[in-house]
């Protein structure tokens, strides 16, 4: 079902209760780019510790827009022995709410916006459409921001912005406002004496509202009910209202009401997420980190310095994670899965061993077709990596005895992979561990090596031929750590110049 | 006319031609937002100098992107005394032009795509159609690269990617990839000796396709014409083809003049501003000093540090500019323009004084309708810019002695707003001046003041009443400039505290 800005409030609904009925859910997001930084290979050095890809990936990756939100429920239906599955795919933008609002900047790179434009992404649909959203800290500062307005206007204070020395007394009106001021309280005195019920004054810029806000509360303390109001054509002007205490009272309930609902729309796609995180539900990805960190970077808080901080504002935000990449590449399925990218690992599990699962999609939803891929839509994409979930989990379970050929996503068999997110491209750490201390590799075979900008890889394989397989992960033009296979192997003074190299200390070293 | 990628190509020689007959031009951009830096009245103070305002514009607006270009060409029928017409509506974007080319970042702000999207700006054009563009660095580069390579190829050395210690002697196959390149050879051999005359080798990585270069230049250096081709599906592999020497040269010509097409369609958009910097032509903007930094920094050169060095290089690409913000705010026009806004102006030249021009729209032009606004399209923006010059230019004809109604582009009358671009919210400098230096106008008579952040301009104008008129540039929550209306009545010793002031120092002040 696709979601934007247009049908998101009637769909809340059915989200939330598709998240609530679900036994676990997928997700996938769309990004704006990738890497603001280094090329990959420095990104994504072999040899990163957990703490320096967390850092690298948060300072090069997190002023991207995550604007494609996939969210894909599976809930197993015993009688029919299949899935029952809700498919959302949810653009997001962060429209500003008002125009004291944050006005959010983010970068797009034109690698990912042409990659994506090339498999037929909709970029109206996020830009025109997308729905708003606000982080933890966004929603808090609004509501108090509302409530300490209601609590001004009724204490005949005015909105924040009058305190200032000048309006303890009457409203500072400069000489080129004195004449429209007088003109607004020549109108306000006719309306109290005639039998009119309502003055709408002519639209004005912000600042006479200003004026005739604090002017009005100095000079009629009772009896009127002053709001702002938008024209069509998105003018705004004053319009007064004459009011005994009781209508006052019900117009400002209605004022506050509408306020409310307005600050729930502008929450928008956050609630999303509250609702995933409120479940406790198992949440699928592929390959997830940068989905997980960005997703807690759009829709809660700024992601913390420290890693340890981070897993732990996962957890709370996620407490139950699994990745299929890492999945894929742990045994038993390391030795049968070759390519472990999604889309070559969904192929690879439609076949023996492995078994297609039995799949049908909710009435009312749009049913997605894996012969027809539809790759890069968050979508789809949350939809197949639950699909090769249940495929691994499922040949887990033809190894208990007896046998079982359906495998729940709280079976023990799929628990070890609980809360490991997978580390691309690091040699000896195959993922994060977000519930404990991370895995240490010793690292005393890996040489830090420097040499001639021309130098290909080629060329390290041939200088280090004598010491067998060796494994050389770049750092930039003119450095690489080069891991041979045996610790004993590296013994400082081997090497003559004009090859330099020292031992490495790559867990202490800055990148 | 919408220009796209797709229809870029056939349109371009209309483009060129159409600049190339026109008596003036006029232009517009649209930027995916404004400003990065501080908020708006940081960013223009009132008080700041020419330099100072360069360089927070270079330093806080250039890493958004200029999307959509409208140009509109005006050249005036004698006979039918009005003009004739030609928009253009072009949307661009950085689409890299290989994997290697440069992959541009470049920053959203919200508020600005959210307000185009009110206007119902089409986001697909830009990132799917969007034309490319180089500018004149990468242009170079690009052809150096071609160049190289082709010589390369020629003398049999390969490209340049090969010359690392290891390419003097075979190539240095690594024992993975030995059976591969075996089989290779095998296929070569085999096709030199058979009746075939193409071999296709089967779809392979970038690496495989360097070892089978090398192999091949090794070992067979005549009669092979080796080359990369791609498949629908974007596979690439190679194709050798057994040649003598004549067809060797056919084919080597060919290939030459397809990567001199791609390199033309490489550099895209930018052959629109070259055309228009070669024609010369009185270029008209509506203020336009935002649009002209944009187009220099996106088709020509970063821009540079200095504002005399931005000087010149604007003059080098567009030789004769004309702002109608500018002109509108000067005399005779100031006095009859209240509001110098694009939309207000087009509205106020339509009535008298002023005359409306007789124009017509070229045929298979869209023609615009200024009834029905389409503002914010940068063609139509362009269109009517162009309209308010006229109308602003004939209005100076009426002055002459004999009276002239029709005043061309090259006219004596507007030759005083030559190469003046309107400079934003700047109290006493009216203007950049392209072609000399910038007014310096006395500003002894300003103070910096600080005060507490609860402070409004209300409590300044307060503060200061009896000074008569002053004008506040705000700098930040609790500090600004106070200009008084005379010089005389800054004397220092007559404040206490707790209004610090000093002098300000404000042409030497680093903001």
């Known amino acids: 079902m696709e979601v934007t800005r247009q049908n998101f409030k009637d769909t809340l609904k059915t989200v939330c209760s598709a998240v609530e009925e679900a036994d676990f859910l997928a997700i996938d997001g769309e990004f704006s780019g990738i890497s603001d930084g280094p090329n990959v290979s420095a990104l994504t050095n072999g040899l990163d510790t957990p703490e320096q890809r967390y850092a690298k990936l948060k300072k ?3 002023d991207f827009l995550l604007f494609q939100f996939g969210l894909c429920t599976f809930k ?3 009688e029919k022995s299949k899935y029952i599955i809700k498919p959302f795919n949810f653009y997001v933008f962060p429209k500003p709410f008002n125009r004291t609002s944050p006005d959010l900047k983010f970068i797009c790179q034109s690698s990912s916006i042409d990659f994506l434009a090339s498999q037929g992404f909709d970029f109206n649909k996020v830009f025109c459409n997308g729905i708003p959203y606000l982080n933890q800290d966004e929603e808090v500062q609004l509501r108090e921001q509302s409530e300490e307005r209601r609590n001004q206007q009724a204490n005949g204070v005015g909105t924040p912005s009058f ?5 303890k007394g009457p409203a500072h009106v400069p000489e080129e406002h004195k004449d429209f001021i007088n003109r607004v309280i020549g109108k306000v005195e006719a309306l109290l004496t005639n039998s009119e019920k309502t003055l709408d004054l002519e639209p004005c810029t912000g600042f006479q509202r200003k004026l005739i ?3 009005l509360n100095w000079k009629f303390s009772k009896g009127l009910h002053v709001e702002t109001v938008e024209t069509e054509k998105k003018e705004r002007y004053i319009q007064v209202i004459k009011v005994d205490d009781e209508e006052r009272k019900r117009r400002e309930q209605q004022k506050r009401e509408r306020e ?3 600050l729930n729309d502008a929450v928008g796609f956050s ?3 509250h609702a995933i995180s409120k479940s406790g539900k198992l949440v699928v990805g592929h390959n997830m980190l940068l989905d997980v960190m960005h997703t807690i970077h759009q829709f809660y808080c700024p992601l913390p310095e420290d890693l340890q901080d981070f897993k732990e504002v996962t957890m709370c935000v996620f407490p139950r994670l699994l990745d299929t990449k890492l999945m894929a590449s742990t045994q038993p399925f390391k030795e049968m899965i070759t390519n472990t990218s999604l889309a070559e690992l969904e192929k690879q599990v439609k076949e023996a061993p492995f078994k297609s699962p039995q799949v049908e999609t909710a009435e009312g939803f749009h049913s997605y077709d894996t012969a027809q891929e539809q790759l890069h839509e968050a979508g789809y994409d949350a939809y197949i990596t639950g699909l090769c979930f249940i495929s691994m989990a499922n040949y887990l379970g033809s190894f208990l005895t007896p046998p079982k050929a359906y495998i729940s996503a709280h079976s023990k068999v799929v628990e070890p992979f609980f809360n490991k997110l997978f580390l691309m491209r ?3 750490i195959p993922y994060l561990n977000l519930t404990g201390p991370d895995l240490q590799p010793k690292r005393d075979h890996v040489l830090f090596v420097t040499f001639p900008k021309e130098w290909k890889t080629s060329d390290l394989y041939q200088l280090f031929s004598a010491f067998g397989n060796i494994q050389v992960s770049w750092l930039d033009d003119t450095s690489a750590f080069v891991s041979l296979s045996q610790t004993d192997q590296v013994q400082i003074g081997e090497f ?3 090859y330099r190299y020292m031992r490495s200390f790559c867990n202490s070293r800055e990148l």
Chains 1, 2 share one sequence.
């Open 60 to 62: 090069h990756s997190m």
């Open 76 to 78: 197993y239906d015993q």
């Open 163 to 167: 305190i200032s020395p000048s309006s």
């Open 213 to 215: 806000y604090q002017t």
């Open 260 to 262: 409310q609902e307005e």
């Open 271 to 273: 609630r999303v997420i």
């Open 426 to 428: 690091i040699i000896d």
């Open 496 to 498: 003559r110049k004009p």
